[in-house]
């Protein structure tokens, strides 16, 4: 058996880069405040981070629209803040992972503003341009994920160009090779600067349908879905061509020890998979989003892990993504009880678990008022509910003002709980939520059946929705025992009898050894283990 790869047994945890804690009083979050907080960190006992991007750029997407991949935007500092908590993390044991963002670039970037000063420009052919149809409409009718006709029309020099996002994050032309030359120096500079790999954004889309066809109607689609979803994107992302580049990408990596490649990909599982690559490797782990889609009852989650599990080839590791910050808080969507339930799961599953910054402290989410909307895409399509500001509200750490966060005023509105939920208190309560996250990462990096064990489903008699899983691996094995329901439970099966409770969600029943039947109270979850 070949030695598991420091992404296969670790807990990747994602920060926000503008809401973990600023260092200057500017109420953002920077570099200087992640180092910081690197001691809460370790603490907490993940071993990765994901710091969302961090280059200069017009925030018009909050760093999504890079206008210099070489270099830090002042608000999060520069390349020596960079360059120390990198030393500092990984000095600390904590392995840093970057965003890149290769799809588009700002329209700010040098690159763009040469490319749209003349259609001679050697750079012309670095981004997507078309001409207009006959009646002077955009060359097909392919939508922006933020809402509105992809194509932007460009007077000066009379073409259109392609931007999926916003009109102010053109795409790139991953079909020109100096493009790909270019993104792959990108990943050396800072591939050489010693960061632990990348997470790429939107990953799937790097490659389009070269005749740049028509996506068909979706015939799924009603009004209170975002504009995006009136077509099934067949043409505009996931071509099979992204695969290539996608090893290419993974190509440079491997010139590299040990860093690692992690894919944004929203699909359905089997074509999500298809990213872990054949005989050419692609991403190390294609994040698997199920959970932050799937109706939350034990059922449907079940069936969801049982379908992944069973598809990811024998050679590659699966991974499980709790939170991040373009979805709904788990706590919101779930409620408080349930959000103890899925950390259990998320830390007990098998594959590499990321969680969101303030998920372990249960943060839910607070309602923005209009004058604060931040997000482009709140603005862009209004109150559809697809704004993510409620989930990049600022850390909260401590009960002084604005939580710790920040001595100025945030640039976001803290979640109202932020006196009663924060670090510094819940950290002293060993019942709170993340005493419980804690509790379950030192239970997962000390067991081999959490770890790397293999997962079974088991059959159990009663429960109205209770989820029953072994994780086992030789004679090492652990069985959780999840209650969904929000009501008094019980699951018998004669395997349970006389393992003890390893974890639990609920005060008092750590250390208690349970018969064939076992109770559960309501959002309860339990990790049974041999005496
Ligand atoms: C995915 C990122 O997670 C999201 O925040 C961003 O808006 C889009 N990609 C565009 O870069």
Redesign the pocket.
């Known amino acids: 058996m070949r030695k598991p790869a420091w992404w296969e047994q670790g807990i990747i945890y994602e920060i926000y880069a503008r809401s973990f804690q600023d260092s200057n009083g500017d109420g953002i979050g920077d570099l200087k405040g992640i180092t910081s907080r690197l001691e809460y960190l370790r603490w907490l006992g993940i071993t990765a981070l994901w710091i969302t991007p961090i280059y200069p750029s017009p925030m018009k ?1 909050f760093g ?1 629209d890079v206008a210099n991949y070489h270099d830090v935007d002042p608000v999060f500092g520069t390349l020596a803040d960079f360059d120390n908590l990198i030393e500092q993390a990984q000095g600390r044991g904590l392995r840093v992972i970057l965003d890149f ?1 290769p ?2 670039t700002s329209d700010q970037h040098p690159w763009f503003r040469e490319s749209r000063s003349s259609r001679s420009n050697p750079k012309r052919d670095w981004y997507i341009w078309r001409n207009a149809k006959p009646d002077g409409g955009p060359p097909n009718n392919w939508i922006s ?1 933020f809402g509105g006709s992809g194509w932007e029309w460009d007077k000066a020099t009379g073409q259109y160009y392609y931007h999926a ?1 916003l009109k102010e ?1 053109p795409d790139l032309n991953w079909r020109n090779p100096e493009v790909r030359a270019a993104m792959h120096n990108v990943l050396r500079f800072w591939l050489d600067r010693g960061i632990d790999g990348f997470r790429v ?2 990953l799937w889309h790097l490659m389009k349908d070269p005749q740049f066809r028509d996506n068909p109607p979706n015939p799924a689609y009603d009004p209170t879905q975002p504009e995006i979803d009136k077509y099934l994107q067949i043409h505009s992302a996931d071509h099979p061509d992204t695969h290539y580049v996608v090893q290419e990408i993974r190509g440079v990596l491997d010139t590299y020890k040990d860093r690692v490649l992690i894919g ?1 990909i929203y699909l359905p599982i089997e074509r999500l998979v298809a990213y872990y690559g054949r005989e050419a490797g692609e991403a190390h782990l294609p994040f698997n989003f199920q959970l932050l889609q799937t109706p939350w009852n034990s059922r449907r989650v079940g069936a969801v892990i049982r379908e992944y599990d069973g598809i990811i080839p024998e050679q590659h590791w699966p991974n499980w993504v709790l939170g ?3 979805k709904p808080r788990i706590a919101a969507r779930i409620g408080h009880p349930q959000a103890r339930v899925a950390a259990m799961l998320l830390l007990t599953l098998r594959g590499t678990p990321t969680l969101y910054y303030g998920d372990e402290i249960g943060i839910a989410e607070r309602a923005i008022a209009k004058e604060f909307v931040r997000d482009p895409w709140e603005r862009n399509e209004p109150g559809l509910g697809l704004g ?1 500001d409620p989930q990049r509200t600022p850390m909260q750490w401590d009960g002084s003002p604005n939580a710790g966060f920040t001595t100025g005023i945030p640039w976001l509105p803290l979640s109202p709980d932020c006196s009663t939920c924060n670090v510094e208190r819940l950290s002293n309560d060993p019942d709170s939520i993340l005493s419980l996250y804690r509790r379950l990462i030192f239970w997962r990096q000390g067991s081999a059946a959490l770890m790397e064990g293999k997962y079974r489903q088991i059959e159990f008699s009663g429960g109205g929705d209770l989820l029953c899983y072994e994780r086992r691996a030789g004679s090492d094995r652990a069985i959780v025992l999840l209650n969904f329901g929000a009501a008094h439970d019980a699951a018998e099966a004669p395997e349970f009898a006389g393992l003890k409770i390893a974890v639990a969600t609920h005060a008092g029943r750590e250390g208690e050894i349970v018969d064939a039947k076992v109770k559960l109270q309501p959002n309860e979850g339990l990790i049974l283990a041999p005496v």
């Open positions: 997407d999504y963002v799809n588009h994920n996002f994050q954004d939107v944004e991040n910050h373009d993510r």
